[in-house]
């Protein structure tokens, strides 16, 4: 079954520091997401990316988050300076079209220290 | 108006038996109810989903239903299994989660007991 894969499964990275989350998509599906998770919370919408631009994004997805999808296979989450509440799991997702439901990676786990 | 509210929190099951988790919604735009199942250290993987012009859908042993008027969907587990533990969360969104986002509840974590 096909997967959207994510990596790496664990980041940690020091406050005020730049981090890339990475991310392939299930391969001909069209729309792409990132998702957040804080420890024991629900998962919160953070953008939809759709014939490479956005097409969405939440109050949390503020100036210091980009997304880019750089080679037509990748899909990245970029947050520039981290604070500690941003750590939380981060997970990447697609889908085929507007209608379908779409398919989670395993998420990466940004730790902020 | 974008929240979906998931009750219970927690959900202990004798294992045969029937788990029933809830949602609730106020966005009368939403109209993409899905369901998905999260194992620890997993991402969300989609159960099973509905649109407002059907009551109940079933999909196995998994069965939503919906009721438009009152804004609210369940999920029904029949014949529970302990395979099934794991944290249920519920979903809406205005389309079929294209470039709208899906907005959670803050799911149920549900525990079938052999």
């Known amino acids: 079954e096909p997967e959207v894969t994510q990596t790496p499964s664990h980041q940690v990275t020091q406050m005020g520091q730049e981090v890339i989350l990475h991310c392939v998509p299930i391969s001909n599906h069209l729309y792409f997401y990132w998702y957040r998770q804080i420890l024991g919370q629900k998962v919160e919408f953070l953008v939809s990316?759709?014939?490479?631009?956005?097409?969405?994004k939440s109050e949390i997805f503020d100036d210091q988050f980009s997304v880019e999808r750089p080679d037509g296979s990748n899909f990245t989450l970029k947050i520039r300076s981290t604070k500690l509440e941003d750590s939380a799991m981060y997970f990447c997702?697609?889908?085929?079209?507007?209608?379908?439901?779409?398919?989670f990676g395993s998420g990466t786990r940004l730790t902020v220290v | 108006q974008q929240q979906v509210k998931q009750s219970p929190q927690s959900l202990i099951v004798q294992k045969g038996g029937i788990s029933i988790i809830n949602c609730a919604y106020e966005?009368?735009?939403?109209?993409?109810f899905p369901w998905y199942q999260q194992f620890p250290g997993k991402g969300p993987a989609l159960l099973i989903a509905?649109?407002?012009?059907?009551s109940e859908k079933k999909e196995g042993r998994f069965t939503i239903s919906f009721n438009k008027s009152a804004k609210q969907f369940s999920l029904h587990i029949m014949d529970s299994q302990p395979g099934d533990s794991a944290t249920y969360f519920c979903?809406?969104?205005?389309?079929?989660?294209?470039?709208?986002?899906?907005?959670f509840g803050k799911g149920t974590h549900l525990i079938i007991q052999p």
């Open positions: 990316f759709y014939n490479n631009e956005i097409s969405e």
């Open positions: 997702a697609s889908s085929e079209s507007a209608f379908n439901g779409y398919t």
């Open positions: 979903a809406a969104s205005k389309t079929g989660g294209g470039a709208d986002g899906l907005t």
């Open positions: 966005n009368t735009a939403f109209d993409y």
């Open positions: 509905i649109r407002p012009d059907v």
